[in-house]
C-alpha cells in the first residue's frame, strides 16, 4: 500500500480500521490529493465545511481571528485532520484560515461520501464520536476552572484557552491595552509580567505580537 495511504491509516478517524475495510473503502471513494505551495492559503475561515481535509506531510499553520482585537496562529505538523467538528452543528463553517508553512499535502474526502459510506463502519463512527467528545470535554473543562490569582497565570490562561493545540509554536498578535483589558489590569503590569515571561523562556516579545515558542511550557509553568 501507498506510503500515503499508511499515513491516512495513521490518522485518529482510521485508527482501528481493518486494512480490508480500508481498502473496500479506497474502491469506493475518489480521493483527491493535491499538494500546496510554501505561503498557499488552501482553507479559508468562514467557507463551508463540506469535506475532510487530512493533512498528510509538510507543516501548516491555522490563523483564528477576533475581529478587531487579536489574532492566534498555531503551527500544526502533519498528519493531522483539519476541523472534522466543523462539518457538522448549527455553523458548518471552518472558524480558521489555514495556510502550507511548507510544502504539505492534502487528501479530501466529501461530506456526502463520509455520510452515505464511511459511517457505516463502527470504528469510524467511534473514532468521530471520540474526536468530538474530546473537545468538548477539554473545552467545558477550561471554561470551568479558576480564574488565576497572578496576571501571569491570567495571560497563560488566556492563551491556553484559545489554542486547539496545546504544544508547539503560536503567535498571538495582540495590542499591549487590549491584554490589559482582557486580563483585569493595568498596561504597564501586562509589560511587566510578559518580560518577567520572556526572562523565564516562556515567550519572546516583537512589536505587536507574543511568540510562544512550545505551548507545553506554558501549560508546564501555570501547574
Not at 506531510?57 to 487579536?70: F, K, L, Q
Not at 518580560?195 to 507545553?216: C, W, Y
Request: proline share 3%.
Amino acid at each position: 500500500m501507498d506510503t500515503m495511504f499508511d499515513t491516512l491509516l495513521q490518522l485518529p478517524l482510521f485508527q482501528g480500521l481493518a486494512q480490508e475495510d480500508f481498502t473496500c473503502i479506497l474502491e469506493k471513494v475518489r480521493l483527491h490529493f493535491i499538494k500546496h505551495k510554501t505561503g498557499e492559503v488552501f482553507i479559508n475561515a468562514g467557507t463551508p465545511c463540506d469535506q475532510l481535509v487530512f493533512v498528510l506531510n509538510g507543516e501548516i499553520t491555522s490563523s483564528t481571528i477576533v475581529e478587531g482585537s487579536y489574532s492566534l496562529i498555531e503551527v500544526i505538523q502533519a498528519p493531522c485532520l483539519i476541523e472534522p467538528y466543523s462539518m457538522f452543528g448549527m455553523t458548518t463553517n471552518y472558524i480558521s484560515t489555514y495556510t502550507a508553512r511548507t510544502v504539505a499535502h492534502t487528501v479530501n474526502i466529501s461530506k456526502s461520501f463520509v455520510m452515505n459510506n464511511l459511517f457505516r463502519y463502527d470504528i469510524f463512527r467511534l473514532n468521530y464520536m471520540n474526536i468530538l467528545s474530546n473537545r468538548y470535554q477539554i473545552l467545558h473543562k477550561r471554561l470551568w476552572s479558576p480564574v488565576g490569582a497572578s496576571l501571569e497565570i491570567r495571560i497563560i490562561d488566556f492563551i491556553l484557552n484559545h489554542i486547539e493545540r496545546p504544544y508547539g509554536e503560536k503567535i498571538l498578535k495582540i495590542k499591549m491595552e487590549e491584554l490589559a483589558r482582557i486580563t483585569n489590569d493595568t498596561r504597564i503590569s501586562v509589560s511587566k509580567t510578559l518580560n518577567s515571561m520572556q526572562e523565564k523562556g516562556l515567550v519572546e516579545l516583537h512589536r505587536g505580537e507574543i511568540f510562544i515558542p512550545d505551548a507545553t511550557l506554558l501549560a508546564n509553568s501555570r501547574q
